[in-house]
């Protein structure tokens, strides 16, 4: 069995682009289509305020949503150079998790998702949980944990390594 459609989530983290490499090897290697997800974190719905409705005004994450579109444009064009023939980027606002094992997988007929161990610091992963163990336990279909470099090595990341966006 080869796979079709391969995602693989983006943070700015030294572990997502790791996974992002060997997501691009794997797409190579199955002629697949690669699919590069940054999720920002909020609301994606309309929310209650404290009259008891309201709408998120979307424009607070706009310079989130830019940085991420440049930064999914850089893997594109890394993955492109490498031989990768159909990637495609997205943005989303949302629950990570959820969009990552969830609604992107199901909304794109993904196959294979590929996933750094970690992105959050350890603070992060105590209040919010394992974005990677989630997915491994939610995804409609076979999910990747990527623990170490292209070399097999173990990746060598500080606690505080997760990005300010």
Do not use: W
């Amino acid at each position: 069995m080869s796979y079709q459609k391969i995602l693989v989530g983006i943070d700015g983290s030294k572990q997502s682009e790791m996974a992002f490499s060997k997501a691009v090897d794997i797409a190579k290697q199955n002629d697949a289509a690669l699919y590069l997800l940054s999720v920002i974190n909020g609301e994606r719905y309309p929310t209650t305020s404290p009259s008891g409705f309201g709408f998120v005004d979307k424009s607070i994450y706009d310079s989130a949503i830019q940085e991420m579109n440049k930064r999914l444009a850089e893997n594109k064009q890394k993955a492109e150079d490498a031989g990768v023939k159909e990637v495609h980027t997205d943005v989303e606002i949302g629950n990570a998790k959820v969009e990552l094992a969830e609604k992107y997988p199901k909304d794109n007929e993904i196959d294979l998702i590929v996933i750094g161990a970690t992105g959050l610091n350890a603070i992060g992963r105590l209040i919010v949980g394992s974005t990677a163990a989630y997915t491994v336990r939610i995804a409609p279909c076979d999910v990747t944990v990527v623990k170490t470099d292209l070399n097999n090595q173990k990746l060598d990341i500080k606690e505080s390594s997760y990005p300010e966006i």
